[in-house]
């Protein structure tokens, strides 16, 4: 025991600080990007919303809606949210079979890398259709 | 042989104000567990060194420390695998340390008495209780889970809010909750329900990824989401009981 040892700490518990506790392991990390990027889907949830609220309220008010999605500054958000929504899925599809009750096929139990390559399909082909569907109506 | 350097966090309740680093040089051979490293401190270099050991073969659950900052059984973590190192080792994460390597395990003992962890009889206590290997699936790998409280380590939320019941104890809930033997589940869903049941849980999933025994204590506590929610929009549609489950 070193001098100055002070008694009354007899059985005392030292209870370690929870300060930074996010950025000191990297599955932390990526599950606070995770969290913080369901904030730019909400985000961009918003943007569409305001796009029918304009196509309600006429010509003029969907011409100017158009026109602010061509802005640069709303071409870098959609980049940023882009970025941010496949981070998301990523993260997300990585977790979903933690979130969900045990599949059977055949009496087997379905495994959960089948699960997230799935889900990473789905993702992939919803995407590809969205596009193509664009791609066909465009003016 | 090999020569690696051990790091330990120290922490002595009475001469230290805080956890200290201490720096040992440690040979070690290529069959050398952090476990066998830390034996080998306490038996050559410093015998005041403190921290919890039994089997030495992964099924008691003592040894679980933080190990490079993850939560690890230091029985079935090698040195080789950390060689050049050095190797940080330091009681598990959002425990308080009684000392050095030591956790007070108080607040996991106090709520494992709380979930009712055994078989209730059903209303057929004397049946004969068959099982389909389906049926036994849903509870098995949560029957597996050895108490080493890993998963307590590598849930912030369980840092941040003592309170909440935990992934292990949330894993052993539902193992017996799941057993199609068991009829308890009524009785254990106020604990699950509760704001420090499986609502403080945020889905960040590392409790399943550290678990040795692969266990998946998020899929427990994620499934039990959907029960608890079930349960309670059932519950204004249930018929009073009369008496406790």
């Keep these: 025991m070193t001098s100055g040892a002070d008694e009354t700490r007899q059985g005392h518990r030292y209870v370690r600080s929870m300060a930074g506790w996010w950025h000191r392991n990297p599955v932390y990390f990526w599950y606070m990007v995770r969290e913080v990027t369901a904030v730019g889907v909400a985000v961009y949830a918003l943007v569409l919303l305001a796009g029918v609220v304009s196509l309600a309220l006429g010509e ?4 100017r809606w158009l026109a602010a ?10 980049v940023l949210l882009l970025a941010g929504m496949v981070c998301h899925a990523w993260s997300w599809f990585a977790i979903m079979p933690k979130t969900m009750p045990m599949l059977f096929v055949g009496g087997k139990r379905v495994a959960a890398s089948t699960i997230t390559r799935a889900g990473y399909a789905a993702a992939v082909a919803a995407a590809a259709l969205l596009v193509a569907l664009a791609w066909w109506l465009r003016p | 042989m090999r020569q690696i350097e051990i790091q330990c966090l120290r922490y002595h309740p009475v001469a230290d104000q805080a956890p200290r680093w201490q720096t040992y040089e440690v040979p070690f051979t290529d069959d050398m567990s952090v476990l066998q490293g830390l034996q080998h401190i306490k038996d050559q270099l410093d015998g005041s060194l403190t921290f919890r050991w039994s089997c030495r073969m992964a099924i008691c659950g003592s040894c679980g420390m ?18 050049p190192g050095p190797v940080r080792v330091e009681a598990l994460n959002h425990f308080p340390i009684v000392r050095d390597l030591v956790i007070d395990q108080s607040d996991f003992l106090r709520k494992l008495e709380s979930v009712k962890p055994y078989l209730i009889p059903g209303k057929d206590p ?12 849903q509870y098995y790998q949560y029957s597996k889970c050895i108490n080493c409280l890993l998963c307590y380590a590598a849930c912030p939320q369980y840092g941040l809010d003592p309170e909440f019941i935990g992934p292990g104890l949330m894993a052993l809930i539902h193992r017996y909750n799941a057993d199609s033997r068991d009829g308890g589940r009524a009785g254990r869903m106020e604990l699950i329900n509760a704001e ?20 998946d204590p998020a899929n427990a506590v994620n499934q039990n989401k959907v029960n608890g929610a079930i349960a309670w929009l059932a519950g204004p549609f249930r018929p009073k009981a009369s008496g406790k489950p």
């Design chain 1, 60 to 63: 003029a008010s969907w011409n």
């Design chain 2, 126 to 137: 004397e049946g004969t209780f068959l099982q389909t290997p389906q049926q036994m699936e």
């Design chain 2, 66 to 83: 933080m190990v490079n900052g993850e939560p690890k059984l230091s029985c079935e973590t090698f040195l080789r695998d950390l060689f």
């Design chain 2, 196 to 215: 420090q049941g499986v609502w403080t849980c945020t889905a960040v999933g590392y409790c399943s990824d550290v678990c040795p025994k692969h266990v």
């Design chain 1, 69 to 78: 999605m061509r802005s640069p500054a709303s071409i870098a958000l959609h």
